[in-house]
């Protein structure tokens, strides 16, 4: 009776949100990949003739906007741990009492509202703003040079909007390592970079993992930064997939973008938790 | 020497067309989407009412004039006045007191309830559009939509009721010529102007000290990296065929390729820096850009909100002009309720409050001299606002500056869709 | 039950811990300094467009648009503050969605994270499948598909659909959040309670709560941020009368954002940052 309840567990843990989600969500997505194989427009009606074209001219069509978003995306999720392993270490090691109030402290600016972030960007990162005008007049760099419409206001908006996502998973990991296991480490005679790099980096991994896969994924989606931030050649594929939906209402090509994107994001994921051995790591830290 | 320099001691001849709500700061200064972009949601909802597995069944045809005259005597026969009307509508886009409405109420006893629901043609049509497919009302009697993509699809998709044309006195008796045949809507068949507002060319002269008169001047070398386009494709898409000398409203998708392969050299070259919605406006004031596609009310709001001094002007070659229109939604609950407050708005005083407290561009030309009155009796900076009101040519364009603007490109259906597909690659990259 | 303890001997020879060789200690003091400092200068750089938003809150332009500085005035902190009573509406109507949205999507996100980093059982890989699908479908994809959803079902848009739309985006980031923490449970800690006496109930209320707690707890700001700022998918469900926060200001910006708009933004972040302080004070009082 025992055992058998104990098989239900996980099965009945992941129902009411599993259920929720195959609703709200797998549905419309099967929907969604039906479509990217149909043809036709809003006013004639679309019909289903399994046109695989539609990947094939996707692909080929937008393969740059593909390429940029990943590389956006991957240098975003790079920035992001810099910035966060950091942060979420001396918060989860030396924050003390106090370490929700700097997670806190860490998500409000989330809570005043991205369009009011954003105009703020835009102001403080104007050709002749609060940050480039003294470096100008300075002779740091020259008039010509711009921030705004390059791809490097890009790449820094999606570190700026997703650093939260990487510095949370992170803290959480770290968090949970008892400092005992590291002081073992100095008894046995190893140095910090080494206590570091043998035994608390490892066990945080699962939290680095966590924060690429809500960093990188929605990262490399993106395309608010792109169109706000960016010029007319740092398009990324989000951009292109808004344009064919809502302006050339193209949904089957749409559609297929989507789903490639999906498919290349996931393919990605997979490789990466493979290469890390994510789950050996895990349950030899756990024992 | 243009008529269409605006001089910087003219504050009020800006305020003429005051910034119309469009697409949000940016298509992406909001995480929303332009609106081009939302228009496309409707349709994308609607795509799933059918099975998934199956294609879906378009909606709705295109219907000839006698076929929706006829429709239109058929559905009006018999309606009834209800005493209430539901009246969607942009923000701020009413006289501030709301009198004209108080006055409505008060002389055909017939409430409104005023809804400052509408943020910009696409999300609205995103949303009202799956609802009428669906054969329901969307709640308002009365909603106010711009002369675009938009308008084209709901008149395909067959989803606004064609006006009762005995109902509209005051629209035949007082509104100028120019509002009474338009070519999006020959005969006034299914909508009234509202409001209208033109795009031009702004720069600042702290970076151009030449004024700018020609639309050649946004693909000037000279400006390369500083100059603002829109990212709206109407608009773009017009000013590609204007600066070609090509007329947008008879244009074929053969000059629309012409003006794509423009508007694509000026970009290739580096000339334009990025393609703005409302932010151009902000890009402009820090001198990001030092010339732009801009809308005169847009520029006249920001030099009285900053004192700055920003030039706009029509270029000669032409410039575009856009109306707001009232309309009646399919379903609506309140037809005739609906007729009346719209015929109520082109009466002359009324007429002249909302333009004294709005400043478009009114189909009512007989209510200017009603301003003028009304300046005249008045004290103080109101009495200057009103008098530049009365004043403004960009409140009450000439006929020369009125045969330099243009209407959006009215297409819908495959046609529009290869327009999008024109256009969009430019924007798009 | 209590276990009386012995202090250990007080005495000049008798110390309860070995003291750590200084040298190392000095290593250390350097290092966090640095961490402190680094720590400080991300939370900072979070906040720098806040600070614009702050500044212009106190800005007195003539006209609607407020772009450039003009001048100092306090006038949009007085009265005219709730000139616009639909913003004020529309900001309640966040926060109420914010509020449910998360507690939904936090308990569901965690049942699953808890499921997944805990047992092995046949179907892990699918629904892993499907939590990673869900982050990685772009979100305009996500809210025209509800959207299509709901009007089949007729089911009116509003209050109701936002929350849904809201908790299915949300609870797969809970849940991997969660997931994380939940791979570093120690079993033996509760097959140790369940040796105890523990029911399962109790088991994870007294046991694996507390020790999953800071990954909850991560899921559930995450989720609430993610909520109280959603622009896209809220668009399309929200229907034709409920406005939220993201929604007012889009809608305003066309007209340009009023003054208002930049000091609500500071209020609100200002009562997040007595929320802190107040934590702060009150865990320090409490002993470490």
């Known amino acids: 009776m025992r055992r058998l309840r104990s098989t239900l567990v996980p099965y009945l843990l992941i129902l009411p949100g599993g259920l929720w989600l195959v609703v709200f969500f797998a549905a419309p997505l099967i929907f969604l990949i039906s479509m990217s194989t149909q043809t036709g427009d809003v006013v004639s009606g679309f019909t289903q003739n399994f046109n695989w074209h539609n990947y094939v001219t996707g692909f080929s069509d937008y393969h740059s906007q593909f390429i940029r978003s ?3 995306g991957g240098l975003a999720t790079v920035l992001c741990i810099v910035l966060s392993y950091p942060t979420a270490y001396w918060i989860a090691f030396r924050g003390g009492a106090r370490k ?34 003294p470096l100008k007049s300075l002779g740091i760099v020259s008039q010509n040079f711009r921030v705004l419409a390059t791809g490097t206001a890009v790449v820094g908006g999606l570190t700026y909007n997703y650093l939260p996502f990487m510095v949370l998973p992170i803290y959480v990991a770290l968090e949970r390592i008892d400092f005992r296991v590291v002081e073992a480490a ?3 005679y190893a140095n910090r970079v080494q206590a570091f790099t043998k035994v608390i980096l490892p066990l945080s991994l699962p939290g680095v993992f966590a924060g690429v896969l809500l960093n990188f994924v929605p990262a490399a989606s993106d395309y608010v930064n792109a169109a706000v931030l960016g010029g007319p050649n740092n398009t990324m594929i989000g951009n292109i997939i808004q344009d064919e939906y809502l302006s050339l209402q193209n949904y089957p090509i749409g559609a297929a973008l989507s789903f490639t994107l999906m498919a290349i994001l996931l393919i990605g994921i997979f490789v990466y938790a493979r290469a890390l051995g994510t789950e050996q790591v895990l349950e030899a830290g756990a024992a | ?19 119309r709500r469009r697409s949000g700061i940016g298509r992406a200064m909001a995480p929303g989407y332009s609106r081009r972009e939302a228009f496309g949601l409707g349709g994308l909802a609607a795509m799933g009412l059918g099975l998934a597995a199956c294609g879906v069944a378009g909606a709705g045809k295109a219907s000839s004039t006698g076929q929706v005259q006829s ?61 009428i497919r669906s054969g329901q009302s969307i709640g308002y009697d009365v909603m106010v939509v711009t002369d675009g993509f938009e308008f084209s699809e709901l008149v395909a998709l067959d989803e606004l009721i064609p006006l009762d044309q005995t109902m509209l006195a005051n629209f035949h008796k007082y509104a100028s010529k120019k509002f009474q045949n338009r070519s999006f809507d020959p005969g006034n068949t299914y909508s009234i102007p509202w409001a209208s507002g033109s795009t031009g060319i702004a720069w600042n002269p702290k970076y151009i000290t030449t004024p700018v008169t020609s639309i050649n001047d946004l693909w000037n070398p000279a400006y390369k990296g500083h100059v603002g386009m829109m990212s709206d494709i109407q608009e773009i898409g017009n000013f590609g065929m204007i600066k070609l000398g090509i007329d947008p409203q008879s244009s074929k998708p053969a000059d629309w390729q012409k003006a794509a392969t423009a508007l694509t050299q000026q970009r290739n070259a580096g000339i334009v820096r990025q393609y703005y919605d409302q932010s151009y406006i902000n890009a402009l004031t820090k001198g990001d850009t030092w010339i732009t596609m801009a809308w005169s009310g847009d520029i006249f709001q920001q030099n009285l909100s900053s004192g700055s001094n920003l030039q706009f002007v029509v270029p000669k070659e032409g410039g575009n002009i856009w109306t707001d229109n009232m309309m009646i939604p399919k379903y609506a609950q309140n037809p005739v309720d609906a007729m009346t407050l719209i015929d109520w708005f082109y009466k002359p005083e009324i007429a002249a409050m909302l333009t004294e407290s709005i400043n478009y561009i009114t189909a009512v030309p007989s209510a200017r001299p009603l301003i003028v009155t009304a300046a005249s009796k008045a004290k103080g900076t109101d009495k200057q606002t009103l008098t530049e009101v009365a004043d403004s040519t960009l409140v009450w364009p000439t006929a020369a500056v009125y045969n330099r603007l243009f209407n959006y490109v009215d297409v819908s259906g495959k046609l529009k869709d290869q327009y999008s597909s024109i256009f969009q690659p430019v924007v798009a990259g | 039950m209590s276990v009386s303890v012995q202090a250990p001997p007080e005495g000049p020879g008798l110390r309860p811990e070995p003291p750590r060789p200084p040298r190392r200690r000095r ?134 659909t936002i929350i849904i739309a809201h908790v299915a985006f949300c609870v797969s980031f809970v849940a991997i959040t969660v997931r994380s923490r939940a791979l570093t449970l120690d079993p033996y800690i509760e097959e140790a309670a369940r040796d105890l006496g523990a029911g399962p109930w109790d088991t994870f209320r007294l046991v694996t709560l507390p020790m999953i707690w800071p990954g909850v707890l991560a899921g559930a700001l995450l989720a609430f941020a993610l909520s109280i700022d959603d622009f896209i998918t809220t668009n399309f469900v929200a229907g034709l009368q409920v406005q939220t926060y993201p929604l007012w200001i889009w809608g305003a910006t066309k007209e340009g954002l009023p003054p208002q708009v930049d000091v609500m933004g500071t209020i609100i972040f200002a009562a997040g940052v007595l929320i802190a302080i107040t934590n702060a004070v009150r865990s320090r009082r409490r002993p470490a």
């Open chain 1, 70 to 72: 990943l590389l956006y």
């Open chain 1, 100 to 133: 929700s109030t700097y997670l806190f402290l860490i998500l409000l600016p989330f809570f005043v509202s991205f369009v009011l972030r954003t105009i703020s960007w835009q102001y403080i990162l104007g050709d002749n703003g609060l940050i480039l005008e």
């Open chain 1, 186 to 188: 100095y008894d046995l």
């Open chain 2, 1 to 19: 020497m243009t008529e269409n320099n605006f001089p910087d001691d003219d504050p009020v001849l800006m305020r003429g067309m005051t910034q």
């Open chain 2, 71 to 131: 429709a239109a005597k058929k559905f009006w026969a018999g309606k009834k006045k209800h005493g209430h009307v539901n009246f969607a509508n942009w923000p701020l886009y009413i006289d501030t007191s709301h009198e004209t409405l108080k006055k409505f109420t008060a002389t055909t006893g017939i409430t409104v309830s005023y809804a400052e629901v509408i943020q910009d043609d696409p999300s609205w049509f995103a949303k009202i559009d799956p609802i």
């Open chain 3, 27 to 160: 290593r250390k003091r350097v290092g966090d300094r640095l961490l402190f400092l680094y720590t400080w200068v991300v939370i900072v750089w979070l906040a720098l467009p806040i600070a614009a938003v702050v500044l212009f809150s106190f800005n007195n332009p003539r006209g609607r648009f407020n772009y450039t500085w003009v001048g100092f005035t306090l006038k949009w902190w007085g009265p005219k503050l709730f000139e616009y009573p639909s913003l004020t509406k529309a900001m309640a109507n966040s926060i109420v969605i914010g509020v449910i949205a998360t507690l939904l999507a936090t308990i569901l996100g965690t049942f699953i994270g808890l499921a997944l980093g805990k047992y092995r059982f046949r179907g892990q890989g699918a629904t892993n499948l499907v939590q990673f699908a869900a982050i990685s479908a772009p979100e305009i994809v996500l809210g025209s598909s509800l959207l299509t959803f709901f009007i089949t079902l007729r089911l009116p848009l509003g209050y109701i």
